[in-house]
């Protein structure tokens, strides 16, 4: 399982700023695939996702200033993050998510890249 970031940085307030995740593909037991993001020593919180029918959800706090898409031929998943609060700030994570009914409930688990720093501040 391939998850590459890119796209982290410093931004100001207000900036914008796209990040990248590189993959191995949509599975037939991947059923999801999102972002997350953690500032120091806190838990990872849940910042947007898609799931295999392309249906988006995000975090109230992102909700209209965010945008997952995700570019299937490239396999490359994208998060357009726009209107930048420094409360964005963090170590920004894709993850791919498998599991479900049948075969792919033997094969459930969670896969994390590396993950890539975005900085908000002046």
Known sequence: VQLVESGGGSVEPGGS???????SGWTSCTYEMGW?????????????????????????????????????????????????????????YCAERRGGGGYCASIKADYWGQGTQVTVSV
């Open 36 to 92: 997350y993001r953690q500032v120091g020593g806190k838990e990872r919180e849940f910042v947007a996702s898609m799931d295999f029918e392309g249906a988006e959800k995000y975090a109230d706090s992102v909700k209209d200033r965010f945008v997952i898409s995700r570019d299937n031929a490239q396999k490359i998943l994208y998060l357009q993050m726009n209107h930048l609060k420094a409360e964005d700030s963090g170590m920004y």
């Open 17 to 23: 700023r796209r990040l990248s995740c590189v993959h």
